[in-house]
């Protein structure tokens, strides 16, 4: 401590200022841990008792962000959830607020477990449960019955668009059973160097996409000289028999306003079938459940992460499926997954993905620790590791059974890895391609992300924003930190809302029609 900090907690001693238990305005999530998250903003001067003895801070700490519980020499590691989340750039005296003025990058080499940490997770459920699904012929079952106009370049997107719109509004009202019309457009198809990992990347999502079983019918649209033409998006596709799918290619049926006609007409003509089918009870192992956060703050790890990782658990237990993805979002807590992964191989499959992503962003000119966004900071997060520990909660304690490519089929039950970037509407569109028929979204500074043809369940970190976007969200987890609710409670709740948006309950951005234009498929690679 300098001699100036030491002036300045021997005049606040003696101000008279009640003294505030550390319960009462912080968290401490570990015994020892170097900071505890503040719950409440605490002004310079305030006294703070702890186990170890008062403190007196000697700056302000906004809510959601680090308090020192003890003095951190400069150069040493600090910790949050019993790890490290980076190394202290000058000395940390206890009761300063740690951010970014002191704390930076540990990029000291992680040791790797493979396989030592598997978990034993609760029974199923007795009796077995059920959610009402829409049955596929192939067998798989979808929570949502969309027709979608998939396009096949950026050239056709407007003409998708001019068809879809024809059925907004009351258009649909005499056919309750159809959740709607939903345009799928993107900025590539053409340019692309065939055969090549952003062509393969492009064509792998929008095949996941037109086999989803969220979709009943499909009208798959191009311009007719893309380089991925619309037939490589159908041919050897794995589509449900009973799957209504047509294509349509600008060139060939005589510019937009005859494909716009002729793909309204395909539509009518699907909709009375479509409309005819009914939901059917089916067993909630049917479920798959894609896991993302965006828009992350200081609470994100302590309530909505950790509470959907509990919701994931009881699914998985059960038999369903749960996609942890945003690889950059893992880097720093990819240790403690390689350790629940079920063979060495699994787990080293993950860490080829980490070490692709050091080598992407290096080329690029920046690192991982770039990754935490300035909302991100505002929020209370300071690097990549405090930021990937809270993430990798939304993955619960269940062992991780397989590691997949951005798009790829998920066919593996239990816990998944998807290797996506952290961008939301990126890592998202990912999940969805590969086989996601629900998302649960947790955010703290208040994303307001749709996913369709998904429903995507806004779960929210802290209470002060629920209550601030209460039209955006569905589930208020900040209830953890006020005292007001258990994690488990949250959890279960969570758990329960899945299984009722499985079985066609609204959330909150299905009910604003969000989550067409949030298709954004990841773009990388040569362009000519």
Partial sequence: MTPSEKEQRVVNLTDGSPVVPLAECALLLRTDDDVAVTTRELKAGTRVLTAAGELVLPGDVPRGHKLAVRDVPAGSALHKYGQSIGLATTHIAAGAHVHTHNL??????????????QATLPAQSAPARTFQGYQRANGRFGTRNFIGVLTSVNCSASSAKMIAEQFR????????????????????????????????????????????????????????????????LVEGLDVPTDTILKTLTIQDTGGVRATVRAGVDLIREMLPVLDARRRTPAPISEIVLGLNCGGSDGYSGITANPALGY???????????????????????????????????????????????????????????????????????????????GAVAKAGQADLSAVYEYAEPVTERGLVFMDTPGYDPVSVTGIVAGGATVVCFTTGRGSVLGCRPTPSIKLATNTEMYERMAEDMDINCGRIVDGTAGLTEVGDEIFERIIAVASGERTVSEELDLGQDEFVPWQFGTVT
């Avoid at 540990?106 to 396989?115: Q, V």
């Avoid at 959740?179 to 990347?201: I, P």
């Avoid at 792998?204 to 033409?229: D, I």
């Fill in 311 to 389: 919701a994931s658990d009881r699914l998985v237990a059960d038999g369903g499926t749960s996609i942890l993805a945003e690889t950059p979002e893992v880097f720093g807590a990819e240790h403690l997954l390689t350790r629940r992964a079920v063979s060495e191989d699994v787990g080293r499959k993950l860490l080829e993905r980490i070490d692709w992503w050091k080598n992407y962003a290096q080329t690029g000119g920046g690192s991982l620790d770039n990754n935490p966004s300035p909302g991100n900071k505002a929020g209370g997060l300071t690097t990549i590791l405090e930021k990937s520990l």
């Fill in 169 to 232: 509004g009351m258009a649909l009202d005499a056919f309750p059973n159809v959740d709607g019309v939903v345009a799928l457009t993107h900025q590539s198809g053409c340019g692309l160097v065939t055969g090549s990992v952003g062509a393969n990347t492009l064509v792998r999502t929008l095949r996941g996409y037109a086999q989803h079983p969220n979709f009943g019918g499909l009208v798959v649209l191009g311009l007719g000289c893309e380089m991925v033409p619309v037939q490589s």
């Fill in 104 to 117: 930076g990058m540990d990029d000291s080499n992680r040791a790797y477990e493979f396989s030592t940490a």
